[in-house]
Nanobody
Framework: QVQLVESGGGLIQTGGSLRLSCTTS????????LGWFRQTPGNQREFVAG???????GYSDAVKGRATISRDPNKNTFYLQMNSLKPGDTAVYYC?????????????????WGQGTQVTVSS
Protein backbone atom coordinates (compact mmCIF):
# COMPACT_ATOMS: atom_id res chain seq x y z
CA GLN A 1 0.00 0.00 0.00
CA VAL A 2 1.19 3.49 -0.85
CA GLN A 3 0.22 6.63 1.00
CA LEU A 4 0.36 10.03 -0.70
CA VAL A 5 0.27 13.32 1.19
CA GLU A 6 -0.15 16.53 -0.74
CA SER A 7 0.76 20.06 0.18
CA GLY A 8 0.54 23.41 -1.54
CA GLY A 9 -2.37 25.01 -3.30
CA GLY A 10 -4.53 27.87 -2.08
CA LEU A 11 -5.69 31.16 -3.57
CA ILE A 12 -3.50 32.63 -6.32
CA GLN A 13 -3.99 35.61 -8.57
CA THR A 14 -4.16 35.27 -12.33
CA GLY A 15 -0.66 35.16 -13.72
CA GLY A 16 0.80 33.80 -10.53
CA SER A 17 2.59 30.54 -9.82
CA LEU A 18 2.22 27.61 -7.49
CA ARG A 19 4.05 24.47 -6.53
CA LEU A 20 2.28 21.40 -5.32
CA SER A 21 4.13 18.65 -3.51
CA CYS A 22 3.23 15.01 -2.97
CA THR A 23 5.19 12.79 -0.61
CA THR A 24 4.85 9.03 -0.89
CA SER A 25 5.45 6.24 1.58
CA UNK A 26 4.84 2.55 1.75
CA UNK A 27 6.87 1.18 -1.15
CA UNK A 28 9.99 2.11 -3.10
CA UNK A 29 9.58 5.41 -4.86
CA UNK A 30 11.63 4.17 -7.79
CA UNK A 31 8.99 1.63 -8.72
CA UNK A 32 6.15 4.09 -9.13
CA UNK A 33 4.64 5.94 -12.05
CA LEU A 34 3.39 9.32 -10.84
CA GLY A 35 0.81 11.81 -11.98
CA TRP A 36 -1.17 14.92 -11.22
CA PHE A 37 -4.86 15.26 -11.98
CA ARG A 38 -7.45 17.92 -11.33
CA GLN A 39 -11.18 17.95 -10.94
CA THR A 40 -13.93 20.56 -10.98
CA PRO A 41 -17.49 20.03 -9.74
CA GLY A 42 -19.54 17.86 -12.05
CA ASN A 43 -16.56 16.82 -14.16
CA GLN A 44 -14.30 13.81 -14.34
CA ARG A 45 -10.80 13.86 -13.01
CA GLU A 46 -8.55 15.32 -15.70
CA PHE A 47 -4.91 14.47 -16.40
CA VAL A 48 -2.48 17.34 -15.85
CA ALA A 49 1.02 15.87 -15.88
CA GLY A 50 2.86 12.62 -15.36
CA UNK A 51 6.40 11.39 -14.78
CA UNK A 52 7.88 7.93 -15.07
CA UNK A 53 10.61 6.40 -12.94
CA UNK A 54 12.94 7.16 -15.83
CA UNK A 55 11.94 10.84 -15.72
CA UNK A 56 9.95 10.70 -18.93
CA UNK A 57 7.22 13.34 -18.63
CA GLY A 58 3.91 14.16 -20.25
CA TYR A 59 1.49 17.07 -20.01
CA SER A 60 -2.05 17.89 -21.01
CA ASP A 61 -2.51 20.43 -23.75
CA ALA A 62 -4.18 22.71 -21.22
CA VAL A 63 -0.99 23.14 -19.19
CA LYS A 64 1.79 22.35 -21.65
CA GLY A 65 4.37 25.12 -21.55
CA ARG A 66 3.12 26.35 -18.17
CA ALA A 67 3.66 23.28 -16.00
CA THR A 68 6.65 21.24 -14.92
CA ILE A 69 6.47 17.93 -13.13
CA SER A 70 9.54 16.69 -11.32
CA ARG A 71 10.50 14.19 -8.68
CA ASP A 72 13.08 13.87 -5.92
CA PRO A 73 13.80 10.22 -5.09
CA ASN A 74 15.84 11.28 -2.06
CA LYS A 75 12.70 12.79 -0.52
CA ASN A 76 10.14 10.36 -1.98
CA THR A 77 8.40 13.46 -3.25
CA PHE A 78 7.22 14.74 -6.58
CA TYR A 79 6.13 18.20 -7.57
CA LEU A 80 3.94 20.16 -9.93
CA GLN A 81 5.11 23.66 -10.74
CA MET A 82 2.58 25.76 -12.61
CA ASN A 83 3.13 29.26 -13.95
CA SER A 84 0.96 31.86 -15.68
CA LEU A 85 -2.08 30.59 -13.85
CA LYS A 86 -5.54 31.26 -15.25
CA PRO A 87 -9.00 31.12 -13.67
CA GLY A 88 -9.56 27.97 -15.74
CA ASP A 89 -6.88 26.25 -13.66
CA THR A 90 -9.15 26.44 -10.61
CA ALA A 91 -9.79 22.90 -9.40
CA VAL A 92 -9.03 20.34 -6.75
CA TYR A 93 -5.64 18.88 -7.62
CA TYR A 94 -4.80 15.28 -6.84
CA CYS A 95 -1.53 13.42 -6.94
CA UNK A 96 -1.56 9.79 -7.92
CA UNK A 97 0.75 6.80 -8.16
CA UNK A 98 0.64 3.44 -9.83
CA UNK A 99 2.52 0.18 -9.31
CA UNK A 100 4.55 0.44 -12.47
CA UNK A 101 7.30 2.79 -13.52
CA UNK A 102 5.26 4.32 -16.34
CA UNK A 103 2.72 7.06 -15.79
CA UNK A 104 -0.64 7.07 -17.54
CA UNK A 105 -3.05 9.61 -18.94
CA UNK A 106 -6.25 8.23 -17.44
CA UNK A 107 -7.28 8.29 -13.80
CA UNK A 108 -8.57 4.74 -13.78
CA UNK A 109 -5.15 3.15 -14.13
CA UNK A 110 -3.71 4.70 -10.98
CA UNK A 111 -3.65 2.66 -7.80
CA UNK A 112 -3.21 5.31 -5.14
CA TRP A 113 -4.40 8.85 -4.62
CA GLY A 114 -3.66 11.84 -2.46
CA GLN A 115 -6.34 13.62 -0.51
CA GLY A 116 -6.63 16.52 -2.95
CA THR A 117 -5.81 20.18 -2.52
CA GLN A 118 -7.87 23.14 -3.66
CA VAL A 119 -6.31 25.59 -6.09
CA THR A 120 -8.29 28.75 -6.79
CA VAL A 121 -7.08 31.29 -9.31
CA SER A 122 -8.74 34.67 -8.93
CA SER A 123 -9.33 36.93 -11.91
Amino acid sequence: QVQLVESGGGLIQTGGSLRLSCTTSGRPFSGLGLGWFRQTPGNQREFVAGISNGDFTGYSDAVKGRATISRDPNKNTFYLQMNSLKPGDTAVYYCAARNTGAFGYTAGIYDYWGQGTQVTVSS
